[in-house]
């Protein structure tokens, strides 16, 4: 170079060329000072102006998580505000709606949400939907094909409204906080993360701002729009609420060592192997008994996937699992060992068990263990719809883990009171029978024609095996025949399947 001049030339030719403008001094000495920037983010907004300036419209989808559960404070906030707002025809898609969600039902009579597509519905929500509530019909994904519908714009969300136990001023967001002014925790927003990435726009709640950078985030600054303060997002004691519970209940202690005893004789209890157990009692109760077997064989799981529970996170810590991968937390014990163990890992909804998703978990699973409200003698089960025909339960992850699992466990017992777990056949399809390995129940155990080198293998362990038909007729001996649902000519819900098809319709309940 033979000059600065030469120098400066090339400078503003290449600039010229570029289209754009030669670097000058006093833009550094006229920048935002890097301790202003956080403050001077411009994310930092009311609901209100959340709202506004993210462009939503009448008949829009907006978007929420149930990381919460029971003590979810978000979906009723946000939609409350729409309606004083003047929002009308909006399209909610949540994860999941539960009992904490009976304002809806005023929202959708009053006309500001007109359409619903979730994984479950449950209370009184759940009773008006199944009488007809709603004139569209609500749509059910499970939780991989609701994280994929979102991936590839099936399900295209317009504005995401996500609640964070703890948020920077840039958008960085997360589950939990480690500031002395956390207020709540829900641990894994696996379920959120498609809805964050995917939604056009994006709205994180928290009731903990923290400094930047917030480095437990699951959340990035790059997905998110607008951070909104509020007093709190959730009750973080109401996580385990539902159909998260500890059983105490004596048969559903025996139906948990009878699937503990299938897993641990099935051949796929051994060394290296992963495991999934569902959301009921008993199911959440076989992790408790096949621990002792861990131990005493010398074996350990390489990975427990799903909803982690507290046992699940003891097995962890005594060195019987690898790792944890965690799309929800199911209780307390399980978010804060997500914030504090570096093996206990959060994963999206679509790395937990989308279908084409190539890395999904689900696909490396070995074990699951699941609830039914009712089982098939083809082994088809319904976890959605009540035997009265109302619904009052959720899809989650259940078709996707009982498809891809190598030994999938359905866990019932024989009757519900009066009403009988084992029928002719499902009130709704939710799960194919084809995917469904074993039905345990307190009146005998029952495997899947498909899996008769399984059938063998318990039986030489000296399990007895019954045939599904025997454990139907069983139940009719008890309760006798049950007399057909009063169901109506509207259709209130469409079952999607993993694959985008549709699996089944749920008609309404006459008054």
């Known amino acids: 170079m033979n000059s ?15 289209g754009k403008d030669v670097f000058k001094d006093d833009l550094v000495k006229n920048s935002t000072p890097r301790h202003d920037l ?32 029971g003590g979810d404070k978000v979906i009723n906030m946000v939609v409350d505000k729409l309606a004083e707002m003047g929002f009308k025809n909006l399209h909610l898609a949540s994860s999941s709606l539960i009992d904490v969600h009976k304002p809806l039902i005023e929202h959708i009579k009053n006309g500001v949400i007109t359409k619903i597509s979730t994984s479950g519905l449950r209370g009184d929500l759940a009773t008006e939907v199944s009488h007809g509530l709603m004139d569209e019909p609500v749509v059910f994904r499970s939780h991989g094909s609701r994280g994929y519908a979102i991936a590839t714009g099936e399900l295209h969300i317009d504005v995401a409204f996500l609640g964070a136990s703890s948020c ?18 829900c641990g894994s927003l696996g379920y959120a993360l498609p809805d964050a990435k995917y939604a056009d726009k994006t709205v994180i709640l928290t009731d903990d701002l923290v400094d930047y950078p917030n480095q437990l985030n699951a959340i990035s600054e790059a997905d998110v729009d ?13 996580i385990s609420s539902g159909a998260i519970r500890d059983t105490k209940n004596p048969r559903d202690i025996l139906l948990a060592k009878k699937a503990a005893k299938v897993v641990i004789n099935s051949g796929y209890f051994e060394n290296g192997f992963s495991l999934q157990t569902g959301s009921g009692g008993a199911s959440l109760a076989v992790t408790k008994y096949l621990r002792q077997a861990m131990i005493d064989k010398g074996i350990k799981a390489r990975f427990a996937l799903g909803g982690i529970t507290s046992h699940m996170v003891k097995l962890h810590q005594e060195g019987l699992i690898d790792r944890l991968i965690d799309v929800q937390s199911f209780d307390k014990v399980a978010a804060e060992s997500l914030m504090n163990d570096p093996m206990h890992k959060s994963v999206s909804a679509n790395e937990y068990a989308a279908l084409l998703e190539p890395g999904s978990a689900t696909h490396f699973l070995d074990v699951v263990i699941l609830s039914a409200l009712e089982v098939d003698v083809n082994f088809n089960v319904n976890v959605l719809v009540g035997s009265d025909g109302i619904i009052r339960g959720a899809i989650g992850g259940h078709p996707d883990t009982a498809a891809d699992s190598a030994l999938s466990v359905i866990v019932c017992p024989l009757l519900r009171g009066r009403i009988p777990c084992v029928v002719d056949e499902v009130t709704t399809l939710i799960t194919p029978g084809s995917t469904v390995d074993v039905v345990v129940t307190e009146f005998g155990i029952a495997v899947n024609p498909r899996r008769p080198e399984l059938k063998k293998r318990l039986q030489d362990a000296g399990i007895e095996i019954v045939e599904i038909t025997y454990l139907r007729d069983k139940a009719k001996s008890i309760i006798g025949e049950a007399a057909p649902l009063p169901f109506g000519d509207k259709v209130v819900g469409i079952v999607m399947n993993r694959d985008g098809s549709v699996m089944d319709v749920i008609k309404n309940i006459k008054d």
Do not use: W
């Open 4 to 18: 600065i001049k030469d120098r400066a030339d090339l400078i503003a030719a290449a600039a010229q060329k570029m």
């Open 38 to 69: 956080q403050r001077k983010s411009g994310k930092v907004v009311t609901l209100e102006d959340a709202i506004k300036k993210s462009g939503l419209k009448d008949g829009m989808t907006i978007s929420f998580h149930h990381h919460f559960r």
């Open 168 to 185: 920077d001023p840039l958008g960085n967001a997360a589950g939990f906080s480690m500031s002395e002014n956390a207020k709540s925790i």
């Open 226 to 238: 607008y951070v909104v303060v509020v007093d709190s997002v959730g009750d973080s004691s109401k």
